[in-house]
């Protein structure tokens, strides 16, 4: 008789499932039936002062998928309907722009995200920002940030960037070997790396970051220290690095279902975070300030993450494009995801809208913490101030806890993360849950 008991897989391995907390409540609680309350909060103003305004832009195109990709994009749209879907983006800005909780103010941040914003040209670029800052212009803006594939780049399309106003250019390197951008599906080679980064400090941008991921297919011990080496040699003004999850709209999830494995083949969660910790120490040792669980920074005084920073203080967010995510008075939503749909709404004359959910007070007081101890520090005063409420006695017990595991101290009434736990903070941010929220699926 054969013995049917599966071994299980080991307690740190990397298996399928997203590990990165960027929202809450989770978003499979978010509903189609929402959809209402989204109007309702774009129908008035904000009383009093409002918030910050966020700006964010999906561009869905690529070159290629990634293997290890979960978001919407495309690789198989023309120049036709690149444009189509551009237009349509200004068309829903347009609708948005006149609604009472957006008319007369301006974007304190603007962010480009995909896919790949340097995937358009430069006369689209600067087509469509032109356009974009006639319906909400951008001067009161203090960060404009604009995610880039190294090989879309070329000096003309990089003076096009800047000269559309932009302060924050990240580059995805993502790893300097060329086998291993090659297994992991990137469309860019190391080439390519050095010489759009020569060409972006020639440009002279305010702020350069680079990604990078910790536990890509086939990376090992000797590449991920190399990966730090080069990065040192770069020197950027921030490094953002992120732990490799295995969502199950990729590739390699895919192919883990056709083999039957429960097992993604990438490093186990104890050596990733192994090796974030030691690129940290790395940064830190050669003048950086680790600022979140994700990022270094060479001057923290100068060198700053507004979108970031804004959207974990409860600030305004409204995205264009499809899939995109908005938040809008305590409403959380998410654009139609298919680029159909999206046309389709937006060419009826309706807010694309998929899925929302409006939020208690108390609710928003918990996505405020669980994002802010992402930055390793959370100052018991704000929730004071802002929600009259004692963080430090309302999560007393998970707190404690937690602390007890060696993976916080309490300072000067502030929660402050040690190395260790702010290396593995998207798994801590459950226990803050509210007890109807706690599940395995958190996407």
């Known amino acids: 008789m054969s013995d049917t008991t599966a071994t299980p897989p080991p307690s740190h391995a990397t298996r399928a499932g997203n590990y990165f907390i960027s929202n809450y409540p989770p978003f499979s609680f978010w509903s189609e039936e929402n959809a209402a309350a989204v109007e309702e909060a774009y129908a008035t103003p904000h009383a009093g002062t409002p918030p910050a305004l966020g700006l964010y832009h999906h561009i869905p195109f690529c070159r290629k998928r990634c293997h290890f990709c979960y978001f919407r994009v495309y690789t198989d749209k023309n120049a036709d309907q690149i444009k189509h879907y551009l237009d349509s983006t200004i068309r829903e800005l347009e609708m948005m722009a006149r609604k009472p909780l957006i008319a007369g103010r301006r974007p304190h941040f603007i962010y480009f995200g995909g896919g790949t914003p340097s995937y358009l040209s430069a006369t689209q670029l600067v087509d469509l920002t032109d356009k974009m800052k006639a319906l909400l212009p951008w001067d009161a803006a203090e960060e404009v940030a604009f995610e880039c594939e190294p090989g879309t780049l070329n000096p003309g399309k990089l003076t096009a960037i800047k000269d559309i106003g932009v302060t924050r250019l990240s580059l995805g390197i993502e790893n300097f070997d060329d086998r291993i951008l090659e297994i992991n599906g990137r469309a860019h080679r190391t080439k390519e790396v050095y010489r759009a980064y020569e060409r972006i400090r020639a440009e002279g941008f305010e702020q350069v970051n680079i990604d990078l991921i910790a536990g890509m297919l086939e990376e090992t011990e000797d590449n991920w220290q190399v990966n730090i080496a080069k990065t040192l040699e770069l020197a950027p003004d921030s490094v953002t ?78 995205g264009l494009g499809v899939a995109s995510f908005s938040h809008a008075k305590g409403v959380h939503y998410q654009n139609l995801t298919e680029i159909e749909d999206y046309d389709a709404a937006i060419a009826a004359g309706r807010m694309p809208i998929k899925r929302a959910l409006k939020t208690t007070e108390e609710e928003r007081m918990i996505r405020e913490f669980i994002l802010q101890m992402k930055l390793g520090r959370v100052k018991a005063a704000y929730f004071r101030d802002k929600f009259g409420i004692d963080v430090l006695e309302r999560f007393a017990a998970p707190l404690a806890q937690i602390q007890s595991e060696g993976l916080l101290n309490i300072e000067d009434s502030a929660i402050v993360l040690t190395r260790d736990g702010l290396l593995c903070v998207d798994n801590l941010l459950h226990d803050f849950f509210l007890p109807h929220h706690h599940t395995d699926k958190i996407v």
Do not use: C, H
Not at 279 to 305: H, M, Q, R
């Open 241 to 318: 690095i992120y732990q490799m999850e295995v969502p199950y709209n990729t590739g390699i999830y895919k192919d883990m279902k056709a083999s039957g494995s429960l097992v993604a083949p990438i490093a186990d969660w104890e050596t990733k975070r192994r090796w974030v910790k030691e690129a940290f120490a790395e940064l830190e040792a050669n003048g950086y300030t680790i600022s979140s669980g994700y990022t270094a920074v060479k001057n923290p005084e100068s060198t700053k993450f507004l979108y970031r920073d804004s959207l974990w203080g409860g600030a305004d967010l409204l």
